[in-house]
């Protein structure tokens, strides 16, 4: 494939470089900075009150929690709603005794966990989506979201409306309980504005747990449980009291409010501003971050998972105007293998229904870190791939800096010798000749030290 690329021998200072800042917004389901609304799938009797929405690249299957609605007619029961994302289409809807809230898959075993409104725990068996154990953790209040922990087998579930608040640990081969976890200031941290989303670490051996406000921390705090003590070891204090959380790159996390926090230090990196959400959920295909619902539960923000920068926001609802009810959109996952994320939206088309949107761009480097090829001298190869698009060009430094190639939606090209650490290429979409602005860039990619 031909290609065109500058620098030829040119020499660029980190300083020269800078970060982007702009974010780019859309008319409901228009495509923005390389996004598309590929699908809308109908589901049968619509949504009500989802809650956690699971994704599961794998299989190919996206697992969302739907609390029924008794009084439609017919009745829609609580259940567990299936979509195929590789073939974007509803597959079934798995009846539940009580309403779900979290949800997750266990590919390798053939489940999925269900944390429900009576405080049970089901087990459904993927081939037969039938379900095979109902667990009661002992609470009166709903059980919510759930983290696994595949080394030890282990299941970690919340119960947040209960006083107080518990984590509860289950053997996920016997499905017994291992041990209850009480957020009551003597056994963990007084919670006080319940619990929300754990996840595991597998680098680490830990589960990580977002806790909205605590007695010590009013702003919330994640935090560190070991699974082999089943106790809280350590607790990182948040600045504005997070729900969502998710795992990055380079040992770090982030939370729904835009916190980011470095593990082995405990302390906030940074902030990221304007996202604000639920549920959150980062993709290792396309290395972003998507936060369901953003600051009016409306849009999807998506954050760069290596520099944190807000990169868009995709306008998946809606809000409420003359005669039409207000259109939700508080729930995200994404299909790693596909690139395809996958947004449940209440009252769209009357009942609701879910987006799949696709992002098809990336960018990536080869070797980075950069080896040293003379003093000061750096050399890296950029791939890219942007089906959305039909031309594309790499800038160094900013949307519109110093042009590094151009071509059609797919190629290679090496740099010389001066790709330093922290060098940042901008994939621009200039389609019809569109603007080398941040609304028209399709990925990123920076250099690693």
């Known amino acids: 494939m031909k290609f065109k690329t500058a620098f030829l021998g040119m020499t660029l200072s980190v300083s020269a470089l800078f970060t982007l800042t702009g974010t780019a917004f859309a008319a409901q389901g228009d495509p923005v900075a390389g996004y598309q609304l590929i699908a809308t799938i109908a589901v049968p009797g619509g949504l009500t009150k989802d809650d956690i929405v699971w994704a599961d690249a794998s299989t190919g299957r996206v697992y969302y929690a739907d609390a029924g609605q008794a009084t439609a007619n017919p009745v ?5 709603v299936v979509i195929d994302t590789i073939n974007n289409k509803f597959v079934t809807a798995i009846p539940l005794p009580a309403a779900p809230n979290g949800v997750l898959s266990i590919s390798r075993a053939r489940e999925i966990w269900a944390g429900l409104a009576d405080s049970t725990v089901a087990v459904i068996n993927t081939d037969t989506n039938t379900i095979t154990n109902i667990i009661n953790v002992g609470g009166t209040g709903r059980a919510d979201e759930l983290g696994y922990d595949p080394i030890d087998r282990l299941i970690m ?77 350590r607790s990182f204090p948040t600045t504005c009291g997070p729900a969502g959380l998710a795992l990055l790159p380079a040992q770090r996390l982030i939370t729904s409010c835009g916190d980011v926090i470095d593990i082995a230090s405990g302390k906030i990196v940074t902030t990221v501003a304007g996202v604000g959400a639920d549920e959150i959920w980062y993709n290792s295909g ?22 944190y920068a807000l990169l868009t926001s995709l306008q998946a609802g809606a809000l409420a105007g003359t005669g039409t009810p207000a259109q939700a959109a508080q729930r995200v996952a994404a299909d790693s293998e596909s690139n395809e994320i996958v947004v449940p939206v209440s009252n769209l088309g009357g009942v609701g229904a879910v987006q799949i949107w696709r992002n098809g761009a990336f960018l990536n480097a080869f070797p980075s870190p950069v080896p040293t090829t003379g003093p000061g001298a750096y050399t890296t190869t950029l791939t890219w791939y942007a089906p959305n698009a039909t031309e594309v060009e790499i800038h160094v430094g900013s949307p519109n800096g110093v042009l590094f190639a151009q071509n059609s939606n797919r190629g290679s090209a090496t740099t010389g010798p001066w790709a330093v650490p922290g060098t940042k290429f901008f994939l621009q979409d200039v389609t019809g000749n569109k603007a080398l602005t941040a609304d028209n860039t399709l990925a990123t990619y920076v250099v690693g030290p």
């Open 76 to 80: 829609v029961p609580p259940r567990i």
């Open 286 to 307: 396309d290395n972003r971050v998507y936060f369901g619902g953003g600051t009016d539960k409306t849009t999807v923000p998506v954050v760069d998972g290596s520099t």
């Open 157 to 233: 579930i919340a119960n947040d409306k209960d006083t107080p608040a518990f984590v509860t640990f289950i053997n996920q081969q016997t499905k017994a309980i291992v041990k209850r976890l009480n957020f009551d200031g003597v056994q963990a941290p007084n919670a006080t504005a319940g619990l929300e989303q754990p996840v595991w670490d597998a680098a680490a051996g830990k589960f990580y747990f977002t806790v909205p406000a605590t007695t010590p921390n009013p702003k919330g705090e994640v935090e560190e449980i070991d699974p082999v003590q089943l106790k809280v070891v």
